[in-house]
């Protein structure tokens, strides 16, 4: 079965810190790739997607994200966070074939002013 | 209203209790979701619905009980829920199921089984 891992469960970064965040995903054929934020009591929205070209994508607020497919990876970038990042960030990936969606567990970042 | 609407935002049931949730979408999508959202833990999707058909239940116990009676609307009826059902239930949109596409989500409803 597909699986998508995420591997900081909480990240603490100061103001214009650089940020990273892990995402390695399970399955070897074509996938597209999503980036979901949840900012502190709103809904899930789409911060950036992969689906082919390119494999620098460049999402809202200045994110970014690479897909590696040689180490199954779809990181989120971006070099100077902010206060109002502070959120949950969601990897998920789609297996090219239909719209389901498998999430990673989510990724907490507190950005302290 | 815009985008994908959910009510009642909180919800507090018993565990014989019967209740409802909704879900409406303003997009104009052919593919309606409900996914359950625990701490800690991965997005679990339990149900998808594309033109108003389910085309996918994910073991979900049949104390959840989805309906989809047109493409803008969807429920999801619970009944004898128990304590660790207990969680923030969401609803997505997409263009349509068969198709890759951005799923919007609503603001989901805090459900907690006493």
């Known amino acids: 079965a597909q699986s998508v891992s995420q591997h900081n469960h909480h990240v603490i970064l100061s103001e214009a810190a650089s940020l990273e965040l892990g995402c390695n995903y399970s399955y070897g054929g074509t996938v597209n790739l999503f980036w979901y934020v949840q900012y502190p009591g709103q809904h899930l929205q789409l911060l950036l997607k992969?689906?082919?070209?390119?494999?620098l994508v460049k999402g809202i607020k200045g994110f970014e994200a690479e897909f590696i497919k040689s180490k199954f990876s779809f990181n989120l970038r971006k070099p100077s966070v902010q206060w109002s990042d502070t959120a949950e960030y969601f990897c998920?990936?789609?297996?090219?074939?239909?719209?389901?969606?498998?999430f990673g567990q989510g990724t907490e970042l507190s950005v302290k002013p | 209203e815009t985008g994908v609407t959910q009510t009642p935002r909180h919800l507090v049931m018993g565990m014989t209790n019967k209740k409802s949730l909704k879900c409406e979408q303003h997009l104009g999508h052919n593919a309606m979701y409900w996914y359950k959202q625990s701490a800690k833990k991965p997005l679990e999707l339990m149900f998808v619905?594309?033109?108003?058909?389910?085309?996918e239940n994910n073991s979900v116990p049949s104390r959840f009980s989805p309906e989809c009676p047109n493409s803008s609307h969807l429920f999801l009826h619970l009944h004898t829920l128990q304590p660790e059902d207990s969680a923030l239930y969401l609803c997505?949109?997409?263009?349509?199921?068969?198709?890759?596409?951005?799923?919007?989500f609503g603001p989901g409803t805090r459900l907690t089984v006493l």
């Open positions: 619905y594309n033109f108003k058909e389910q085309t």
């Open positions: 992969y689906f082919s070209g390119d494999p």
């Open positions: 997505a949109s997409s263009q349509g199921s068969g198709r890759i596409d951005e799923q919007f």
């Open positions: 998920a990936v789609n297996d090219g074939q239909g719209g389901k969606l498998i």
